[in-house]
């Protein structure tokens, strides 16, 4: 099956429900196939067919759910990308995904203009007053036929972009046998029935975002946008639109629980919570059960690249629990090194902490990344694919995800990877080293924090704050939300930095 026919299915079995929500603008599922196969002739125009990236540089609203749906049925394939990212990281995503048209709209016009000038890229934005050279949206949708062969489910649906080791963004290729046995594994899981209704405030350049669309396609459910995240305007959103199934990152959830607005909320509504990207502590975890008082509420634990590892379906009963194996996967936990390549039968004993690894031979699984046979080398082996997550099984055979082998920082749900901060950082004429490590955080599950090693005794937090806004190759969210200046940065003998070290507190401070 691909998502074309999960679209069309859902046209023809409820065309009258509704499907999505924007403000004042609602399409059925009936209007949306409809407008979907416009805009999919539109981009076939100018010359979008099949195989072909097109990057996305939209919030969640409507446009970009009617061109996500259009790309599927032209068999082109979606490239979403944050809507935040600077105009270096969109040209980089640009260039490695071989891009060939982009849409985007006022709030990504600056980054999206600057990373594609000099490109003879077609840009269609999204919006009143186009810019020049620019094409209007409305004018993708029009007459004529598709006059090309339908995808099939081994071609690709989708490229999300994933935060890398290296600090470089890898591409993760889908397909539409992936994309769909991972559309129906998260309605299955999540608890899902004919016309949930969900917000949409998940980024489409995300795998929650995705999923959540994609899965009320599979229930005949609406998917209600919230292009701008504030938890007073969900609260709104909820109680207007009825919504009944909540599926967010833990921040937002924390951010919710925590409104002064939620005493008065009617939110009776929901019914089904799940969470994922990050860990819930037990606090936040009883605190949205009180809230809500859920049937279902779910953590899924899984990546980009193979969507659910695992799934615990009643997170009340074992707060922080990972579960079991998901609808198509396999986990084992095996022995965990940063000195040596580890194969998929060391095994470790139950309540042994090691490295999680998933088996490859799932419908939800990828076959690797995109132009990047390095990252495939460290990430796969022998049909498994290699976490970096650090884990252990309980007595009871249930999965605990305890912290990263390698130093992955999750904040908020997003990746970051200490190198690509250290190295903002290390551009300052002031700074003489530098290391960059997650600390633990209530709301955003992890913050970044900067160990620096002044090469002069005046240089301020402020300082560098101001240095790495104005790098213009560093997201908002990933710099540093504290800096503890220090006389050295630990290394071993060979120059790797001790990031336990600084996590323990083993460091210290002043200047050099």
Known sequence: MTLAGLLDRAALRRPDAEAVVDGDRRLTYAALDARAAAVARGLARLSVGRGDRVLIALKNRLE?????????KLGGVPTPVNFRLPAGELRYVLED????????????????????????LPLVFVGADAPAGTIAFEALEGGGGLGAAPPGEGDLSLILYTSGTTGRPKGVPRTHKNHYAGALAHALQCGYTWGERTLG????????????????????????CQPDWS???????IARERLTALYLIPTLFYELVHAGELAQADVTSVRKLAYAGAPMLVPLTEACAKAFVPDAFVNHYGSTEIYTFSIFSDVRAKPGCAGRAGLHGKLRVVTASTERRVGPDEVVPAGTKGEIIASLDGDEAFAGYWNRPDADARALRDGWYFTGDMGYVDADGDLWVAGRVDDMIISGGENIHPVEVEDVLARHPRVRDVAVIGEPDAKWGERVVAFVVPAAPDVSAHELDAHCRASGDLARWKRPRRFVFVREIPKTASGKILRRLLRDGRYTEGPP
């Open 64 to 72: 970009h759910v009617v061109v996500y749906w259009a790309l599927q």
């Open 97 to 120: 995904s071989g891009a060939t048209l982009a849409l985007f709209e006022s709030a990504t016009a600056p980054a999206v203009l600057e990373a594609a000038g000099g490109r003879r």
């Open 201 to 224: 405030v998940m980024p489409l350049y995300h795998t929650m975002g995705i999923h959540s669309l994609t899965s009320m396609a599979a229930v005949n459910g609406c998917f209600v």
């Open 231 to 237: 938890p007073a305007g969900a609260l709104a959103l």
